[in-house]
Antibody
Framework: QVQLVQSGAELKKPGSSVKVSCKASGGSFSSYTILWVRQAPGQGLEWVGRFIPFFGTANYTQEFQGRLAITADKSTRTVYMELGSLRSEDTAVYYC??????????WGQGTLVIVSS | LLTQSPATLSLSPGDRATLSCRASQSVSSYLAWYQQKPGQAPRLLIYDATSRATGIPARFSGSGSGTDFTLTISTLEPEDFAVYYCQQRSDWRLTFGGGTKVEIK
């Protein structure tokens, strides 16, 4: 059974960066895409980007181009999402999820990122 | 763009729930439905418009293709009161609908 375990909550200053990790246990690490989705307080779900372990490539939604990087360490089966130039609007719960059906179907527990001065 | 309606659905346990998701352009059958409860990650219910995900009860069903999709919960159980989201993957830029909250009447 695949489990995704994310790093703990973060409190960051505006303009700084945050790096959230997502460690996969069980199953094949390289077989499925890892997606990142965020949810601002009281709001809906927003897709952030994805990492394809088989190719080692990442794609990001236009809104985050230039300040988002999704990388992975295959040796530790961990995917990282680093978001820079943080602003208050980036305050959200960030989820990683694995897509075994083509859709995010195995989710991490979420990481709360608070951006505040 | 995915538009869900209604925003809120007030129903009683045992009722039938019908949730709608409309796409601004065709997404073929590349549409999923999720359930989310407070403080929890979303849970995949339906993928590719009509296929139930592993472990999802038969009272959940999906229909539609192209631009108009429906999630039906045949008989609401107390644990079904939650927020439901649709999501498309017709291209690699996934998008979600704004959600429908199913609340107890």
């Amino acid at each position: 059974q695949v489990q995704l375990v994310q790093s703990g909550a973060e409190l960051k200053k505006p303009g700084s960066s945050v790096k959230v990790s997502c460690k996969a246990s069980g199953g094949s690490f390289s077989s499925y895409t890892i997606l990142w989705v965020r949810q601002a307080p009281g709001q809906g779900l927003e897709w952030v980007g994805r990492f394809i372990p088989f190719f080692g490539t990442a794609n990001y939604t236009q809104e985050f181009q230039g300040r988002l990087a999704i990388t992975a360490d295959k040796s530790t089966r961990t995917v990282y999402m680093e978001l820079g130039s943080l602003r208050s609007e980036d305050t959200a719960v960030y989820y990683c999820a694995r897509a075994t059906t083509g859709y995010p179907d195995q989710w991490g527990q979420g990481t709360l990122v608070i951006v505040s001065s | 763009l995915l538009t869900q309606s209604p925003a809120t659905l007030s129903l009683s346990p045992g009722d039938r729930a019908t949730l709608s998701c409309r796409a601004s352009q065709s997404v073929s059958s590349y549409l999923a439905w999720y359930q989310q409860k407070p403080g929890q990650a979303p849970r995949l219910l339906i993928y590719d418009a009509t296929s139930r995900a592993t472990g999802i009860p038969a009272r959940f069903s999906g229909s539609g293709s192209g631009t108009d999709f429906t999630l039906t919960i045949s008989t609401l159980e107390p644990e079904d009161f939650a927020v439901y989201y649709c999501q498309q993957r017709s291209d690699w830029r996934l998008t979600f609908g704004g959600g429908t909250k199913v609340e107890i009447k």
